[in-house]
């Protein structure tokens, strides 16, 4: 399983590095961004052209899947890749951080979480061993372990608790994943410990001594700001092995994935590319544009002069806008589609900055420019 | 300007006709279906992918334009095509049909049409000559004269009235029309006189005594019936010249076309495709399948196993079932691209069996299938 899912480091820039991570269903260069495509869709594109953005993999969401259209029925219709037409691989979430989102409506012990479903009140219980059931019947390549994301803020304890809890659930999970026959799949563990060193720290060890084939750092973005979260990302890629990728969960602004890269992160998965695109925001190196904003309506600009994507090269700003104003399903569909072409293109100049060796001014050139 | 559309008729198979327009963005393979681009945009398509699904040219929708985002904002962007970027010809109705279906918020005058914006209320006024602005404004490469879309029901007094105003219309729509300077493109006349050949008749000699490059039949698909209709499509292309094209507006379903070809027509157009696949109406060669049916939750085949379109090869119906249950903006995507491609197979097919002589058998084998 290792062995399919080799990591290597081609060339590091400080703790920056340039990789790729080899699958049974193509390789992922790093650092890389996975586009989000929750109820196997990223929505508003078709696979060929998330695909032609860049995109080496995809991230599916355990939680929605399970609940529409469902982990066995994806299985029968031959699993999530045949499904949504993505040949690639594809990165599955363990429904814990989404179903603990749920708030009053979950109820978490030891043995898992039992919560309503939010389509329709239905209960529903997951086990770490269940959402890797779930996880393999969605045939996904990456799963991911199933834990608890704690609270923020949290106090030592509280967060000590939590991140002892997930190290339990970890190690269930790999019993789980190893029992099952091997179908050419990863499992990452998801390092805990809130905002304390010590706890992050012991997590790692414990994931360590576990075993993974990569390694999640989970519980930032959830809130503490961007200082807070570098401030934990200065030490905890470090506890983690240097010979397996990680995976800054739920990250992020360009500003963000640019500085976790800086502090040795290897993996990304945000909604803000897509979902900004569907609320009429564009990135774009001179900054983020509101495309209802009056003064879009006559600018023939393009979205992004320096954007090779497809949507620079055919609309212009006056009709995006004009798009979003009359409420036509294109005016998402191409911002969306522009915004990850963004996010990819940031995500090879990276690759191309570290293996140069100008990884820091890279980062520092691409966020002066307004992002 | 009858140059640059010059019509040829290849061959003919009983009264239906297979033929070329040619337009000088490029030909127009007829009988013709033209996909429905109302604010500047095929609902849920790329022009790319409309193109691809054999597409010659689009219908945009004078109306809506002129309201949002108006006709000299659109020609300052550079006109239709290049803000829309679609190279290829469009059509532009007149305005009309649209604006008397507003009802209450309109009133009719010899002069012309003054009404209500649906939008915010604002009042706007439309003449023939106002019609033609706008369309030229856009950059039409088709123009239709402003007319009074009969309503039906009506009596022969007020059809002959109504067709009357229609006809001073078309000359002031065509005395505009040529005032403007050539740039290209064509002025079609639009048949009206509602059930009655009289009227259809004398409509079409005052029509042809003004002169124009193509000829609409207007008034149909109001409400008639398709009986109805057709017993007005047994005399009505006969009554217009043989060597232009004919144009039913605003049609149709399958059998509507295909029975309307058989019977001369050249041209359609029709929101159909597009509005019943953002419904989950997909269109097959085995009849109409709604694809939030449960039915469909698990049914691995494509939309329609003999179709060739890029979504058939690719999706099952189970897919769309569960893109549509789910909200998800991919289902109303696919499932319009799948239906243009319906429909423009059926055009493709209907030319192919009118010049081989079969005209009459294909429209039965399509219709018996289900449409």
């Given at each position: 399983m290792a062995e399919a899912f080799r990591f290597t480091v081609h060339a590091t820039d400080g703790r920056a590095r340039l990789g790729t991570l080899e699958t049974p269903r193509g390789p992922i260069q790093t650092p890389a961004f996975m586009p989000v495509g929750t109820a196997a869709t990223v929505k508003g594109m078709k696979p060929a052209d998330v695909r032609a953005a860049g995109a080496d993999i995809l991230l599916g969401n355990t939680y929605h899947l399970m609940l529409r259209p469902g982990a066995e029925r994806v299985a029968r219709?031959?699993?999530?890749?045949?499904?949504?037409?993505?040949p690639h691989p594809i990165l599955t979430d363990s429904g814990g951080f989404q179903v603990m989102s749920l708030g009053d409506l979950v109820k978490v012990s030891e043995e898992g979480v039992e919560f309503r479903s939010h389509l329709d009140g239905s209960r529903h219980f997951v086990s770490p061993e269940r959402s890797i059931e779930i996880q393999r019947l969605l045939g996904s390549d990456i799963v991911m372990a199933f834990d608890e994301c704690t609270k923020h803020p949290a106090s030592h304890e509280a967060a000590a608790r939590s991140m002892q809890l997930s190290m339990r659930w970890a190690a269930r999970s790999r019993d789980a994943f190893l029992r099952r026959e091997g179908q050419g799949a990863a499992l990452f563990g998801i390092q805990q410990g809130a905002l304390f060193a010590d706890l992050r720290r012991e997590s790692a060890e414990r994931l360590v001594a576990i075993g993974f084939e990569g390694y999640a750092i989970g519980g930032l973005a959830v809130g503490e700001g961007q200082q807070?979260?570098?401030e934990v990302l200065d030490y905890a890629p470090g506890q983690l092995p240097a010979d397996r990728p990680r995976y800054l969960?739920?990250?992020?602004?360009?500003?963000?994935?640019?500085?976790?890269?800086l502090r040795g992160v290897d993996m990304f998965d945000c909604v803000l590319?897509?979902?900004s695109g569907r609320t009429a925001q564009a990135f774009t190196r001179g900054g983020t544009l509101n495309l209802r904003n009056a003064r879009f309506a006559e600018d023939a600009e393009p979205l992004d002069p320096r954007c090779p994507c497809p949507v620079c090269a055919r609309f212009s700003r006056a009709y995006l806008h004009h798009l979003f104003r009359a409420?036509?399903?294109?005016g998402p569909m191409l911002t969306t589609e522009h915004n990850l072409w963004h996010y990819q293109q940031m995500m090879q100049g990276l690759r191309l900055a570290i293996a140069e060796g100008r990884a820091a001014a890279f980062a520092r050139d691409w966020v002066q420019a307004g992002d």
């Amino acid at each position: 399983m290792a062995e399919a899912f080799r990591f290597t480091v081609h060339a590091t820039d400080g703790r920056a590095r340039l990789g790729t991570l080899e699958t049974p269903r193509g390789p992922i260069q790093t650092p890389a961004f996975m586009p989000v495509g929750t109820a196997a869709t990223v929505k508003g594109m078709k696979p060929a052209d998330v695909r032609a953005a860049g995109a080496d993999i995809l991230l599916g969401n355990t939680y929605h899947l399970m609940l529409r259209p469902g982990a066995e029925r994806v299985a029968r219709l031959g699993g999530l890749h045949r499904f949504m037409d993505w040949p690639h691989p594809i990165l599955t979430d363990s429904g814990g951080f989404q179903v603990m989102s749920l708030g009053d409506l979950v109820k978490v012990s030891e043995e898992g979480v039992e919560f309503r479903s939010h389509l329709d009140g239905s209960r529903h219980f997951v086990s770490p061993e269940r959402s890797i059931e779930i996880q393999r019947l969605l045939g996904s390549d990456i799963v991911m372990a199933f834990d608890e994301c704690t609270k923020h803020p949290a106090s030592h304890e509280a967060a000590a608790r939590s991140m002892q809890l997930s190290m339990r659930w970890a190690a269930r999970s790999r019993d789980a994943f190893l029992r099952r026959e091997g179908q050419g799949a990863a499992l990452f563990g998801i390092q805990q410990g809130a905002l304390f060193a010590d706890l992050r720290r012991e997590s790692a060890e414990r994931l360590v001594a576990i075993g993974f084939e990569g390694y999640a750092i989970g519980g930032l973005a959830v809130g503490e700001g961007q200082q807070a979260m570098f401030e934990v990302l200065d030490y905890a890629p470090g506890q983690l092995p240097a010979d397996r990728p990680r995976y800054l969960m739920g990250v992020g602004k360009p500003a963000d994935i640019l500085g976790a890269v800086l502090r040795g992160v290897d993996m990304f998965d945000c909604v803000l590319p897509t979902r900004s695109g569907r609320t009429a925001q564009a990135f774009t190196r001179g900054g983020t544009l509101n495309l209802r904003n009056a003064r879009f309506a006559e600018d023939a600009e393009p979205l992004d002069p320096r954007c090779p994507c497809p949507v620079c090269a055919r609309f212009s700003r006056a009709y995006l806008h004009h798009l979003f104003r009359a409420g036509e399903m294109l005016g998402p569909m191409l911002t969306t589609e522009h915004n990850l072409w963004h996010y990819q293109q940031m995500m090879q100049g990276l690759r191309l900055a570290i293996a140069e060796g100008r990884a820091a001014a890279f980062a520092r050139d691409w966020v002066q420019a307004g992002d």
